[in-house]
T-cell receptor
Framework: KAGVTQTPRYLIKTRGQQVTLSCSPI?????VSWYQQTPGQGLQFLFE???????NKGNFPGRFSGRQFSNSRSEMNVSTLELGDSALYLC??????????????FGSGTRLTVV | GDSVTQMEGPVTLSEEAFLTINCTYTATGYPSLFWYVQYPGEGLQLLLKATKADDKGSNKGFEATYRKETTSFHLEKGSVQVSDSAVYFC??????????FGTGTSLTVIP
């Protein structure tokens, strides 16, 4: 079966712009989470969605937002980009919470570079 | 709060050597514990997991045992291969359905 699909794979944006990243979970998976990976901070939780509702949010500024659609696809948006937003953004999906029992599958990520 | 501390890298081993990557955690309650592996340019792949104390997770020759008394989940493999070269992440998941990851340990296996 198809895995978690993240698009685009690579993105270059200018400081001050906004960006939207997309994640299509494994078919049937309804829980989607987002993580930011940087060399300095490692992997940090952004937010989690289940059935179109944000259930949990990490410690990121309001410039980071997300949503989930009725087909479980998710998008995250970053507004007013800063150089420090350059990172690999990873999406993970699970059948339903609790993910630790059902297992999370990660996508290959979107590499965002802010210049 | 919840957190994971794992062995600093990088680690370089010869093929067929024994591997140990240490991981300890701090958490309230009874978290589930995981090891993920990341190959260059890729996302995270689940290597193994354990959901309760004394459980042993195993996969592809890798093993880790959930030790509540020492709050540890060390990763071991008896004989590493060049194809095991990657970055390994220890992680926990508690209530709240979010992962807390360690900083990652880079492993290079040389022939």
């Amino acid at each position: 079966k198809a895995g978690v699909t993240q698009t685009p794979r690579y993105l270059i944006k200018t400081r001050g712009q906004q960006v939207t990243l997309s994640c299509s979970p494994i078919s049937g998976h309804r829980s989607v989470s987002w993580y930011q990976q940087t060399p300095g901070q490692g992997l940090q939780f952004l937010f989690e969605y289940f059935s179109e509702t944000q259930r949990n949010k990490g410690n990121f500024p309001g410039r980071f937002s997300g949503r989930q659609f009725s087909n479980s696809r998710s998008e995250m948006n970053v507004s007013t980009l800063e150089l420090g937003d350059s990172a690999l953004y990873l999406c993970a999906s699970s059948l339903e919470p609790p993910g630790e029992l059902n297992g999370y599958t990660f996508g290959s990520g979107t590499r965002l570079t802010v210049v | 709060g919840d957190s994971v501390t794992q062995m600093e890298g990088p680690v370089t081993l010869s093929e067929e050597a024994f591997l140990t990557i240490n991981c300890t955690y701090t958490a309230t309650g009874y978290p589930s514990l995981f090891w993920y592996v990341q190959y260059p340019g890729e996302g995270l792949q689940l290597l193994l997991k354990a959901t309760k104390a004394d459980d042993k997770g195993s996969n592809k020759g890798f093993e880790a045992t959930y030790r509540k008394e020492t709050t540890s989940f060390h990763l071991e493999k008896g004989s590493v291969q060049v194809s095991d070269s990657a970055v390994y992440f220890c992680a926990l998941m508690n209530t709240g359905n979010q992962f807390y990851f360690g900083t990652g340990t880079s492993l290079t296996v040389i022939p």
